[in-house]
C-alpha cells in the first residue's frame, strides 16, 4: 500500500508481558517516528530513526522500552514487563527529509491494553 | 522545552458557521507547523504544512496561517459541514531532522 501501516491494530496483553509493535513506513522515506497518544491528549515523542539508527530517544520513558530498525524501513518497538501505565495508542509515522517541506505521515496506530 | 497549547478544547457549531482554531507555541525558532485531523479511534490525516518562512497556506475550504513572532498559528475553516466533526491536533517541528511536538486537540462538533 502507499501509506503507513501498524500491526497489529489491537493489542491486549497481561501486566509483566512481553510485546512487539511494528511499522511499515511508506516506501522511500527514510526518516521514522514512534509516538504514544493517551485518551483526550496529543501524540508524545517516543523515540526517531534517519535511516538504521536512533537518531534521538529521548523519549522513551524508560529502559523497558527499546525499538529497532535494522534495514532502514521496518521497525520494531518493543516493550518489556509492560505495565497498566503503558496502555495507550501507539503511532508510527514517516517522512523524507530530503524534501524540503518534510510532511509527516502517520500509520492508524497500535491501540495496547495492559490488564 | 516546546510546549504547544489549543484552544478551546472542544467546540461546538451549527453546520454552515465559519470557525477559527488556534494553536500557540513558546519557542518561535520552527522549522514547520503541520495541522492534522483524528476521527475517533483513527490515525492522524495531515491537512495542511506550513514552512516557517510562509505565512498561510490553503486547501480547499481550510486555510491555516502561522505567526512565528507571536508563535501563534490559525486553522481557519469555512461553512464547516458535520463531516468535518473530528479533532484537530497542531504539530510543530523544531528542525528538518526531529520531532515533532504536539497539543493536545480542539474536539469540533458541527451540528446538522
Known amino acids: 500500500g502507499a501509506g503507513v501501516s501498524q500491526t497489529p491494530s489491537n493489542k491486549v496483553t497481561e501486566k509483566g508481558k512481553y510485546v512487539e509493535l511494528r511499522c511499515d513506513p511508506i516506501?522511500?522515506?527514510?526518516?521514522l517516528y514512534w509516538y504514544r497518544q493517551s485518551l483526550g491528549q496529543g501524540p508524545e515523542f517516543l523515540i526517531y530513526?534517519?535511516?538504521?539508527?536512533?537518531?534521538?530517544d529521548s523519549g522513551l520513558p524508560n529502559d523497558r522500552f527499546f525499538a529497532v530498525r535494522p534495514e532502514g524501513s521496518v521497525s520494531t518497538l518493543k516493550i518489556q514487563r509492560t505495565e497498566r501505565g503503558d496502555s495507550a495508542v501507539y503511532l508510527c509515522?514517516?517522512?523524507?527529509?530530503?524534501?524540503?517541506?518534510?510532511?509527516?505521515?502517520f500509520g492508524p496506530g497500535t491501540r495496547l491494553t495492559v490488564l | 522545552k516546546q510546549e504547544v497549547t489549543q484552544i478551546p478544547a472542544a467546540l461546538s457549531v451549527p453546520e454552515g458557521e465559519n470557525l477559527v482554531l488556534n494553536c500557540s507555541f513558546t519557542?518561535?525558532?520552527?522549522?514547520?507547523l503541520q495541522w492534522f485531523r483524528q476521527d475517533p479511534g483513527k490515525g492522524l490525516t495531515s491537512l495542511l504544512l506550513?514552512?516557517?518562512?510562509?505565512r498561510e497556506q490553503t486547501s480547499g475550504r481550510l486555510n491555516a496561517s502561522l505567526d512565528k513572532s507571536s508563535g501563534r498559528s490559525t486553522l481557519y475553516i469555512a461553512a464547516s459541514q458535520p463531516g468535518d466533526s473530528a479533532t484537530y491536533l497542531c504539530a510543530v517541528k523544531q528542525s528538518n531532522a526531529g520531532k515533532s511536538t504536539f497539543g493536545d486537540g480542539t474536539t469540533l462538533t458541527v451540528k446538522p
Open positions: 530513526f534517519q535511516g538504521t539508527g536512533a537518531a534521538d
Open positions: 509515522a514517516s517522512s523524507s527529509p530530503g524534501l524540503a517541506r518534510n510532511e509527516q505521515f
Open positions: 516506501s522511500g522515506h527514510t526518516a
Open positions: 519557542d518561535s525558532a520552527i522549522y514547520n
Open positions: 506550513i514552512q516557517s518562512s510562509q
